[in-house]
């Protein structure tokens, strides 16, 4: 099997598009794709400071390692920042990831714990959620933001990007639909270009099934030890759910993409009707009282 592009041998078929790639054209069209997200959304801007959030996954890292080969060849700037929710066990191998590939890189690192922004680990604030209601992966999806925009403001930063990929905007899609939080549906939109701190997904429009090759095939060590939170929610059944329908009717994803699109700039209009400031942090919302500011006042409750 020849690449399609060049005479090598093909490592990969991308069973959508019938496409035969050697692992340099394969490499190539991924930072190409990533390249044409960035610019259709108007996701970097001249002179800008991206904080990049690396988490030490293979998403995050590879996002690191083709980002800053940009920002090297074009006017804006990188730093990376790592968020450590305080999992015993887990986040210590992907710290030690983060730190040897951003020596390599030179790029500059830093890391923000909860329990230094919150004083509580994550653990320690799963201790104190009410009932069993909400998942970790909420709570700490929560603490995650806001940590992420302290991060972002403390290194000067315009931009954050993150490595989130294709399927995990599906599975976010429908986590959202399933619970019946629709107004997340309007955060959903890839153009962020009118907020004032901005959250970029430059891989949004790549399969992970993609980045994973991406990561294999330019031989990028990444986390192995999963969280052991990662099956308690109900995202690793929707992602089995996706992926066994891509196996059988190839490009759904990308369909189903693409009607994501459609509907979250519509969720999102209408909640612009709707936009409040939150009292406590300032930031938009729809209710006087963001998410976030919500989970926090919660915890420090429970824990008084
Ligand atoms: Fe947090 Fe859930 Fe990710 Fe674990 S899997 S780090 S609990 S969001
Ligand atoms: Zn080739």
Redesign the pocket.
């Known amino acids: 099997m020849i690449c399609d592009r060049c005479e090598n041998q093909a490592a990969y078929t991308r069973k959508y598009s019938g496409e035969k790639l050697c692992s340099e054209c394969f490499s190539k069209s991924i930072v190409k794709k990533t390249a044409k997200t960035i610019s259709k959304y108007n996701m970097i801007q001249h002179n800008e400071l991206v904080a990049v959030a690396v ?1 030490g996954g293979k998403d995050s890292l590879a996002l690191l390692k083709i980002i800053n080969e940009m920002a090297s060849t074009h006017s804006f700037k990188i730093k990376a920042i790592t968020i450590d ?1 305080g ?1 015993p066990g ?2 210590n191998e992907a710290l030690e990831i983060v730190e040897k590939i951003c020596k390599e890189l030179n790029v500059e690192h830093k890391v923000y714990s909860y329990k230094d922004l919150f004083e509580l680990t ?1 653990d320690e604030a799963l201790e104190l959620r009410e009932g069993e209601k909400t ?7 929560t603490l ?1 933001r806001r940590a992420m925009e302290h991060a972002a403001k403390d290194i000067g930063a315009d931009v954050i990007a993150t490595g989130h990929n294709l399927d995990d905007t599906l599975q976010t899609f429908v986590i959202n639909m399933l619970s019946g939080d629709t107004k997340k549906i309007g955060w959903m939109d890839p153009d962020t270009s009118t907020n004032s701190l901005r959250k970029i997904k430059p891989f949004c429009e790549i399969y992970e099934s993609e980045i994973v090759f991406y990561a294999f095939t330019n031989d990028m060590p990444f986390q192995s030890e ?5 099956n ?2 109900i ?1 690793t059944e929707i992602r089995e759910f996706l992926n066994s329908l891509e196996t059988q009717h190839s490009g759904i994803k990308n369909n189903m993409y693409q009607s994501i699109l459609k509907v979250s700039q519509i969720v999102k209009n209408s909640n612009s009707k709707k936009r409040r400031r939150c009292e406590q942090c300032g930031n938009e919302c729809t209710s006087g009282i963001c998410s976030v500011c919500s989970t926090v006042l919660k915890l420090k409750e429970n824990q008084t």
Request: hydrophobic share 20%; aromatic share 4%; proline share 9%.
């Open positions: 988490s929710e999992i887990y986040r994550l998942s970790s992966c909420s709570i700490c999806g995650r999963p969280c052991p939170h990662m308690e929610g995202r």
